[in-house]
């Protein structure tokens, strides 16, 4: 997530100073061969390419639309998680029968393992969003392209050294036996709630809890399973291909033939008009293209990049908010965002 209240030029430059560089190559040499070559018969008029530049915003705006419903759902549903977790926790240390055969310090024991389990959990499940699928950018078949965010992962993994230690949190939260576990289960985070909740019905057959408070543990369990849910959904279905792939195809044609209606337009203005032509071309091509990125980029939210939702550092939040309930003193620090970005 960039946290700056503005783009500044290097984050600019980093989303789009590759179409930056390819568009003013286009448009300068569209304006040499008219110049010197006097190809008069490549012009066009200027509404054809007025009316393909309408339809073209109406359709990056539908886009951009889309991608911001699938950030925001995957925000709130991060919010949600956060909620709950407090919830959870909170419920499961003041729960409590007073009933003398369980065991005080038993009790206190099974109740830091269901909150160091849910801690775990929130890594596991935030390691598993983090897979990259087939139509993601950092997975992308271009050779250009795949290089370009493979270097901006890396980057972000440098700046944030909690970004890759899944596995020592895991290891710190759960015992050597679960931990081992992980690489039995295609899908670690269920397993995790569903030892939750075994857990939770333990704590109810020993008499620790009433039914009903067994109940609500379990109501919470199961917002979590909806709320794992719900990310997935966003995570491994994409933004409809049709809609992301026409946007992407009209915007290349209408910048291509931007230069060819401008060009036209602006050697009305004489000879030095034509030059004109080209810083304009330039802006109007690169505003449609970073319009183009941000919806191409914000569609997917738990891609890692600098356009996610900052998972790490809602995860940390929780951490620190749940060891508190449990009396710990020793708390890991907050994530911070570094050079803009917060992940």
Same mark, same amino acid.
């Given at each position: ?13 980093? +989303? ?137 992962? =890396? ?85 409809? =291909? ?10 290349? +044609? ?14 009305? +203005? ?17 505003i449609y293209i970073i319009m183009e990125l941000v919806g191409d980029y914000s569609e997917n939210p738990f891609a890692g990049l600098m356009f996610d939702v900052p998972m790490l550092s809602i995860c940390r939040t929780i951490e620190i908010d749940l060891l508190q309930m449990t009396g710990e003193t020793d708390l890991p620090d907050p994530i911070s965002s570094k050079n803009g970005v917060l992940v």
């Amino acid at each position: 997530m960039i946290t700056t209240k503005y783009f500044n030029y290097r984050q600019i430059l980093n +989303l789009s100073g590759v179409h930056l560089i390819w568009i003013s190559v286009w448009c300068t040499l569209i304006a040499f061969l008219f110049h010197f070559f006097h190809w008069q018969w490549m012009t066009i008029p200027w509404v054809p390419v007025a009316l393909i530049g309408t339809a073209e915003a109406f359709l990056v705006g539908f886009k951009n639309n889309q991608a911001y419903d699938r950030l925001w759902e995957a925000r709130k549903i991060w919010g949600g998680i956060v909620n709950s977790s407090r919830s959870f926790a909170s419920m499961t240390y003041a729960f409590d029968t007073k009933n003398e055969e369980v065991g005080v310090f038993n009790l206190e024991d099974r109740r830091r393992k269901i909150v160091y389990r849910h801690i775990a959990w929130l890594y596991a499940f935030r390691e598993q969003l983090l897979v990259p699928t087939e139509w993601e950018h950092i997975s992308a078949e271009e050779e250009h392209h795949h290089t370009i965010n493979q270097r901006r992962n =890396r980057l972000i993994k440098a700046g944030f050294p909690d970004y890759s230690r899944t596995q020592l949190f895991l290891n710190k939260y759960l015992s050597e036996e679960e931990s081992e576990l992980k690489s039995h289960y295609k899908n670690f985070a269920t397993y995790l709630i569903s030892q939750q909740a075994k857990d939770v019905n333990d704590l109810k057959n020993i008499g620790a809890i009433t039914d009903f408070n067994q109940t609500q543990l379990q109501t919470a369990l199961n917002e979590f399973y909806n709320f794992q849910g719900q990310a997935e959904r966003i995570k491994k279905f994409p933004s409809p =291909r049709q809609f992301a792939s026409t946007a992407f195809i009209f915007n290349v +044609l209408f910048i291509m033939l931007l230069p060819l209606g401008l060009v036209n337009e602006f050697e009305k +203005l004489g000879d030095w008009g034509i030059w004109t032509s080209i810083p304009f071309c330039i802006i109007i091509g690169w505003i449609y293209i970073i319009m183009e990125l941000v919806g191409d980029y914000s569609e997917n939210p738990f891609a890692g990049l600098m356009f996610d939702v900052p998972m790490l550092s809602i995860c940390r939040t929780i951490e620190i908010d749940l060891l508190q309930m449990t009396g710990e003193t020793d708390l890991p620090d907050p994530i911070s965002s570094k050079n803009g970005v917060l992940v």
